[in-house]
């Protein structure tokens, strides 16, 4: 086997962008592409997926990406947008005409399209859904009266449904009639003639079995079934709690109106997960790593503002304690690692409660019982660590009492840590707000300041 062959799909990829970049940078800046560039640059990403062609243009600066993106076959327009994040999406759109819009949305499904609307411009989507058939029509209007974390924005429309009053023999010639069957399909969905659902037929059923059987005798009636206004995220759990590769979504009277896919639950999930770590860390949205200075700007600003804020604060109690620093200079080496440790321990706890969070892990009672929990863990890591980093200080600076003010500083601020980190998600989640959001920031904030308050405080009384 060769290297190429035997090479991962994650190194093939990087491979192919870093082929991609040192064709571009075969010519100079200012001038186009050649014909014999372009060509080979065609060549090159006619023989890639939608997905890697969005991986290679989400790594390029700005001015390489549109280069290679006027390279893209028209035809591959719509599934390559769709695969893009939301903030290069629109730097391909900005750079498409009206033509070259309307073209790329030809391609898509009313379920993929309706994903696409949003980053379009406006003035153009009259038109846009003028050139629908009637059907296609009501299914993104469809998708659209739905809000962006419900499951009736996700749903695909194109699925394989049959009678329950027919063989299995019937089925097969049915299922032989299509050119291709939706991506994704592992069960048939089971209607009656009210378009009720009333159970599904998984494919390896139906190859197991006798073709004389009725769907009735095969099929399963107890169905995962979801409806359009359910969370997002919450059937994602589900997805991956039953295994699930596809499964019907019903309107509240049981009419199968639609059906949820893998693919679309792998990218809630991910898109929920990137979504919670820009929280913690305080930015606003997604960010094109090639964005504009002022995108970025205004992207990170507000959580900065917020960090200074905090940091000023944190300065201040210093401040309070400058007579003690100036007798006791070895407070001042100190000090960082009891804010440094805090922290720390601060983030580890409020990770694992936003996590819990998300999951609907914790009620009102379970929450006391974590309290109980992690100050019990901090004040046993506060007392193990705290002991350590109290006998070097011993060691060091030769005060036995400095080292007892250190462990008792250390210990305080990790049980601070804990309490923090359990009560800032709890309570940002009761008052309707992301508990990932900023948590980070906060955490850090409280340790810094609480733990400086802790450490000078106690020094001031027992060593000053």
């Given at each position: ?5 035997t090479r991962?799909a994650v190194g ?6 870093e ?14 592409l ?7 640059l065609?060549?090159q990403?006619?023989?890639l997926?939608?997905a890697?062609?969005a991986f290679i ?5 700005l001015d390489?990406?549109l ?18 994040s939301?903030a290069?999406?629109?730097s391909?759109?900005?750079d498409?005409d009206?033509h ?7 391609t898509?499904?009313?379920d993929?399209?309706a994903?696409?609307?949003?980053d379009?411009p ?6 846009l ?12 209007q469809?998708?659209l009266?739905?809000?962006?974390d419900?499951l009736?924005?996700?749903m ?5 449904t049959?009678?329950e009053d027919?063989?299995?023999?019937v089925v097969l010639?049915?299922?032989?009639r299509w050119d291709?069957l939706?991506a994704?399909t592992?069960k ?6 009210d ?13 197991v079995?006798?073709?004389e059987k009725?769907v009735?005798?095969v099929m ?6 979801f409806?359009p206004?359910?969370d997002?995220y ?6 991956e ?7 019907p ?6 009419h ?5 896919t ?8 991910r898109?929920e ?5 820009l929280s ?5 949205e997604e960010?094109?790593?090639f ?7 205004k992207?990170?600003w ?8 905090t940091a000023?604060i944190?300065s201040?109690?210093?401040g309070?304690?400058?007579g003690s620093?100036?007798?006791l ?5 100190l000090?960082?690692?009891?804010a440094?440790?805090?922290g720390n321990s601060?983030?580890?706890t409020?990770?694992m409660i936003?996590r819990a969070l998300?999951?609907n892990q ?6 006391k019982?974590?309290?109980r ?11 193990i ?7 070097v ?10 080292g007892?003010?250190m ?8 049980l601070?840590a804990?309490?923090a980190g ?6 940002m989640?009761k008052f ?8 980070s920031?906060l ?7 609480g733990?400086?308050?802790i450490f000078l405080?106690l020094a ?5």
């Amino acid at each position: 086997m060769s290297e190429i062959e035997t090479r991962s799909a994650v190194g093939r990829l990087h491979d192919q962008l870093e082929a991609i970049q040192g064709v571009l940078h075969r010519q100079d800046d200012d001038v186009p592409l050649t014909e014999e560039l372009q060509a080979e640059l065609r060549l090159q990403l006619d023989a890639l997926h939608p997905a890697d062609i969005a991986f290679i243009l989400e790594s390029l600066p700005l001015d390489d990406r549109l280069a290679v993106w006027q390279l893209v076959k028209a035809d591959r327009d719509g599934e390559i947008l769709l695969e893009v994040s939301d903030a290069v999406r629109e730097s391909l759109i900005a750079d498409m005409d009206r033509h070259e819009i309307l073209a790329a949305a030809e391609t898509l499904d009313a379920d993929e399209l309706a994903d696409l609307v949003e980053d379009l411009p406006t003035a153009m989507l009259p038109e846009l859904m003028a050139g629908l058939d009637a059907q296609q029509r009501e299914q993104v209007q469809s998708a659209l009266s739905w809000g962006d974390d419900q499951l009736g924005a996700l749903m695909d429309f194109e699925m394989v449904t049959i009678r329950e009053d027919v063989s299995l023999e019937v089925v097969l010639r049915y299922l032989r009639r299509w050119d291709e069957l939706p991506a994704q399909t592992d069960k048939l969905f089971v209607i009656n003639q009210d378009n009720l659902l009333t159970g599904v037929l998984p494919l390896h059923w139906l190859l197991v079995n006798s073709p004389e059987k009725m769907v009735s005798e095969v099929m399963a009636p107890d169905v995962n079934t979801f409806h359009p206004a359910d969370d997002a995220y919450d059937v994602a759990q589900a997805f991956e709690r039953y295994d699930l590769v596809t499964a019907p979504v019903v309107d509240d009277r049981g009419h199968l109106i639609g059906r949820i896919t893998i693919d679309a639950m792998v990218d809630v999930i991910r898109e929920e997960s990137e979504s919670e770590a820009l929280s913690r860390g305080g930015l606003r949205e997604e960010e094109d790593i090639f964005a504009s200075v002022w995108a970025s700007l205004k992207n990170r600003w507000s959580w900065l503002a917020i960090n200074l804020v905090t940091a000023f604060i944190a300065s201040r109690v210093i401040g309070l304690f400058e007579g003690s620093i100036e007798r006791l200079v070895a407070l001042a080496a100190l000090m960082p690692i009891v804010a440094g440790i805090g922290g720390n321990s601060g983030n580890q706890t409020i990770t694992m409660i936003v996590r819990a969070l998300a999951l609907n892990q914790i009620t009102a009672e379970s929450a006391k019982r974590l309290w109980r929990k992690e100050l019990t863990v901090s004040l046993v890591n506060g007392l193990i660590w705290g002991g350590v980093i109290g006998l070097v200080a011993w060691l060091l600076y030769d005060s036995l009492s400095l080292g007892l003010v250190m462990t008792a500083a250390m210990t305080l601020n990790l049980l601070l840590a804990a309490f923090a980190g359990v009560g800032i998600p709890v309570l940002m989640t009761k008052f309707g707000r992301d508990p990932a959001l900023g948590s980070s920031v906060l955490i850090t904030a409280m340790t810094d300041s609480g733990g400086f308050f802790i450490f000078l405080g106690l020094a001031t009384i027992f060593l000053v």
